[in-house]
């Protein structure tokens, strides 16, 4: 699941990424009041806000219809909204303001939304930290740890103020780069729209965006169109935009108002090929292509492919032979090149899908027509990784596996979290059991759908589980992660992990790395030991598809994919509309070169329980 030391964290966080409609900018207002209520030690009020911000952002205009039609009393039908929240969204609807907000907002000027970003820092710390030190903003923040103020307070120390110090450091590493899956919607709903645009022929996404990269740096848009002109109008005018850097005919430059840069060339048709493929990348792709072009007597940029064609202007001696000295004159002549594919054909080569041209060995396998059998998109049968409201989702089970079967999934696993994490409930034994009864009513009354008896089954310190063996034999699937303890030397965790993997009845290690982009750095391990490991003991490994996740991420897949280790692709879904992140981690696998054979998860349910059995009798 996606843990954080303090779940209001991770709401901030998910959040964060999510463009701001009048509904987000209400969720955004809950969850500052969960944090206040938090501050002020209030037992039930921060998550009662917490949940409703959650609703809020799932329901999204439906609660701005909701209001219409049916004001407080309709509002308070709705999932998560009590009388004084729909109170406030009532007030907020009518008036574009809360009054209680203002109020407090006043007295505690502080930007929780931004602060709430860092890592480990907690509602309380930001109430301490204003109080003590008036810190009211990530730059007073940063302030305050160049002068050493924060290892003076109460409970905190060096090391806590370098721990934040860190985290900082590695938010604004990724600072204008943004994650993957909340930039891919935005992208999408760009292009449906210019591709409406009148004269507009063709229009796509490219750059890291196309290559599906975990993270990019800013939306690279290609259309072809008779008329240029109407086309960067409308694309300038676009909602979305914020400011114009730069508008032409050929290309327009724009900053979106989620704080991405895109960009729109605007290309001849008949060159469509060329300007997908250069504008595609990845730059050391493009590269070995250019000089492997130059090899082959063409060239190759944005414009087009040429053919070279050398003019032979040196005069022939009176022998008959060349002479040695003279003009050489280059012209150059444009190849049609309407699609990507004409382009790899022309210079010999198979087209390699965008996800793996990283100017690796893509380029030599494409010539010798051994390009990787990539995984198809949408070969996923069933998400193995779900948590649900028995923890810290937010939906039942029941939901869940509704909204799974309504993408199309077959089946999927129930995998909520064990005791250990006791602030979010983690289940005993006895409660596990309980969920399995209500998983075996479910399943009956289902149609064409399984769900599975799962869990998320904690690593502890010393690389013990928290299940006991005969808990988890009942299952039908475990998956087993680690939480806590981050920090092990390299040596520890490895043999942590390798000990946890080695017991009877797991199945798949979750999340391995416990990365989060741009908030957390990976747990340090010896990956080669962890993929023997895996293959001695038959662990499947997970391809977390969380945007912040995406972990294991492509580099680590590809190595996996060599071991011969299996791999399964999971959403770790903690609300319905995370279902819909399973084509990321099916990126994910495809850029690490991964085959349908490879994901598990891409079996049907009756080969995969099969295989399952299997495996647990070896
Ligand atoms: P990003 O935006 O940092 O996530 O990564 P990209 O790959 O989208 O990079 P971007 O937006 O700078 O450029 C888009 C594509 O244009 C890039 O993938 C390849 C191509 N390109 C850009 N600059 C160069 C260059 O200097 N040489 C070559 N050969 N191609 C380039
Ligand atoms: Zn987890
Ligand atoms: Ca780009
Ligand atoms: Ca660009």
């Known amino acids: 699941m996606r843990l954080m030391s303090n779940p209001l964290e991770l709401t901030a966080h998910v959040m964060y990424h999510i463009r701001m409609t009048k509904s987000k900018e209400l969720a955004k207002i809950f969850l500052e009041f969960a944090y ?57 609807f009518s008036t574009g303001k809360i009054t209680e907000y203002d109020r407090i907002k006043k007295r505690f000027p502080v930007d929780i939304w931004s602060l709430a970003q860092v890592q480990g820092l907690g509602a309380k710390h930001i109430g301490q930290l204003y109080q003590a030190l008036k810190i009211k903003n990530l730059k007073d923040l940063k302030n305050a740890i160049s002068r050493d103020k924060l290892a003076g307070l109460p409970r905190w120390g060096q090391k806590s103020q370098a721990k934040i110090a860190k985290q900082i450091e590695l938010m604004e590493h990724e600072s204008g780069r943004q994650l993957l899956g909340y930039v891919l919607p935005i992208a999408d709903s760009l292009v449906e729209r210019l591709a409406q645009v009148p004269g507009v022929k063709r229009c796509t996404y490219a750059g890291s965006l196309r290559r599906k990269q975990e993270t990019v740096g800013d939306i690279d848009l290609l259309a072809t169109s008779s008329k240029p002109e109407t086309i960067m109008d409308a694309f300038t005018a676009m909602p979305e935009v914020e400011s114009v850097h730069e508008k032409g005919k050929t290309r327009s430059s724009v900053r979106l108002k989620n704080g991405l840069d895109a960009d729109l060339r605007v290309a001849p048709d008949k060159v469509y090929g060329a300007a997908l493929q250069y504008f595609t990348g990845d730059k050391r792709h493009n590269v070995l292509l250019r000089e492997l072009a130059l090899k082959k007597g063409f060239s190759l940029n944005e414009y087009g492919l040429f053919r070279l064609k050398i003019k032979d202007k040196r005069l022939k001696t009176k022998s008959g032979r060349r002479s040695t000295v003279g003009t050489r004159d280059v012209g150059r002549e444009l190849i049609t090149c309407t699609t990507e594919e004409a382009i790899y054909k022309k210079l010999g080569l198979n087209t390699p899908p965008p996800e793996i041209r990283v100017g690796d060995q893509e380029i030599a396998a494409a010539a010798k027509h051994q390009l990787p059998k990539l995984m198809p998109y949408g070969s996923v049968k069933g998400d193995l990784q779900v948590q649900t409201e ?13 909204e799974a079967k ?25 409660r596990l059991a309980e969920q399995g009864c209500e998983i075996d009513r479910l399943n009956k009354k289902l149609k064409d759908f399984r769900i599975l008896k799962g869990t998320e089954c904690d690593i502890l310190k010393d690389g013990s589980l928290d299940l006991t063996a005969a808990a988890r034999q009942k299952l039908d699937w475990v998956g087993i992660s680690i939480h806590s303890h981050f920090n092990l030397s390299r040596a520890e965790q490895t043999k942590r992990l390798i000990r946890a993997m080695s017991q009877p009845y797991v199945d798949c290690l979750f999340h391995p790395t416990c990365r989060l982009i741009g908030r957390r750095e990976a747990i340090d391990f010896d990956l080669e030991e962890i993929l023997t490991a895996a293959k001695k003991y038959n662990i499947i490994l997970e391809i977390n598809a969380f945007p912040d996740r995406s972990d294991l991420r492509d580099l680590h897949v590809r190595l996996a994919v ?4 299996k791999l399964a692709i999971n959403t770790d879904a903690h609300a319905p509309e995370h279902l819909a992140f399973l084509p990321l981690g099916e990126a994910i696998a ?29």
Not at 390 to 402: L, P, R, V
Not at 562 to 565: D, L, M, T
């Open 562 to 565: 060599q071991a011969g280790v």
């Open 36 to 92: 206040w209520h938090q501050i002020n030690n209030e037992p039930f009020k921060p998550r009662a806000y917490e949940l409703a911000g959650e609703a809020i952002e799932a329901l999204g205009d439906e609660v701005d219809e909701t209001w219409r039609k049916g004001g407080i009393k309709a509002l308070k039908e709705l999932p998560g909204i009590g009388q004084s929240i729909a109170e406030k969204i009532d007030e907020y």
């Open 406 to 430: 309504k993408l199309g999934l077959e089946y999927l696993a129930v995998t909520d979290h064990t005791q250990a994490l006791a602030f979010i409930h983690g289940l005993d034994e006895k």
């Open 590 to 618: 495809r850029r690490g070169w991964a085959a349908k054979a490879d994901i598990i998860n891409t079996k049907n349910i009756k080969q995969l329980m099969t295989w399952l059995a299997k495996k647990n009798k070896l």
């Open 390 to 402: 028995w923890t810290d989702g937010s939906a039942s089970i029941e939901d869940m596996a509704k």
